[in-house]
């Protein structure tokens, strides 16, 4: 019993310690298409790069650089990148349709009166924000080109080269 009790405590410290790696000021809260609270410390730790692209149903720029997202997101292995597209329209109608055009493979919230762009200091769209799997910002005001750069770099590990 001691033993599942350790294993459970492990568990809940381990995700408590993901959710509490990115800094409160980085952290918001917005609505998923299903009506779900999401926090943005819920996508972290599960893989190498979390990027935030702020963007809205009626931007002619950030809809192509969705289509951009979608090829760099298909192209990268499994675990690479996590993606969390956070809509400041403020006509939900308008955002539910541009999702159904998109069809974005990873999650969508809608800023709503959460006011998330505000901690980021968004001023323009598209606005794309980039973190390590610890949460540590590495870029704001990114352009695509910089964000693929950084999630594209290869993760060859070192291997011993054949032994004659």
Same mark, same amino acid.
């Given at each position: 019993?001691?033993?599942?009790l350790f294993l459970l405590l492990a568990v809940v410290l381990t995700a408590t310690s993901f959710?509490?790696?990115?800094? &409160?000021?980085?952290?918001?809260?917005?609505?998923? @298409?299903?009506?779900?609270?999401?926090?943005? #410390?819920?996508?972290?730790?599960?893989?190498?790069?979390?990027?935030?692209?702020? %963007? *809205?149903? %009626?931007?002619?720029?950030?809809?192509? *650089?969705?289509?951009?997202?979608?090829?760099?997101?298909?192209?990268? $292995? *499994?675990?690479?990148?996590?993606?969390? =597209?956070?809509?400041?329209?403020? /006509?939900?109608?308008? %955002?539910?349709? &541009?999702?159904?055009?998109?069809?974005? $493979? %990873?999650?969508?919230?809608?800023?709503? /009166?959460?006011?998330? =762009?505000g901690k980021y200091n968004v001023q323009y769209?598209? #606005?794309?924000?980039?973190?390590?799997?610890?949460?540590?910002?590495?870029? +704001?005001?990114?352009?695509?080109?910089?964000?693929? +750069?950084?999630?594209?770099?290869?993760?060859?590990?070192?291997?011993?080269?054949?032994? @004659?």
């Open positions: 019993m001691k033993k599942y959710a509490q790696s990115l800094d &409160a000021q980085y952290d918001f809260k917005a609505t998923t @298409p299903d009506g779900r609270e999401l926090y943005l #410390h819920e996508l972290m730790g599960k893989t190498d790069y979390v990027l935030v692209d702020f %963007w *809205a149903s %009626w931007c002619g720029p950030c809809r192509r *650089a969705i289509q951009e997202l979608k090829q760099l997101y298909a192209s990268l $292995p *499994a675990g690479r990148l996590e993606i969390l =597209s956070c809509s400041v329209d403020q /006509d939900e109608t308008k %955002w539910r349709k &541009a999702l159904a055009e998109d069809n974005m $493979p %990873w999650p969508q919230v809608f800023e709503g /009166d959460n006011y998330c =762009s769209i598209p #606005h794309l924000v980039l973190f390590d799997k610890n949460g540590n910002l590495l870029g +704001a005001r990114l352009s695509l080109d910089e964000v693929k +750069a950084k999630v594209s770099k290869s993760q060859k590990k070192f291997t011993f080269p054949d032994q @004659p």
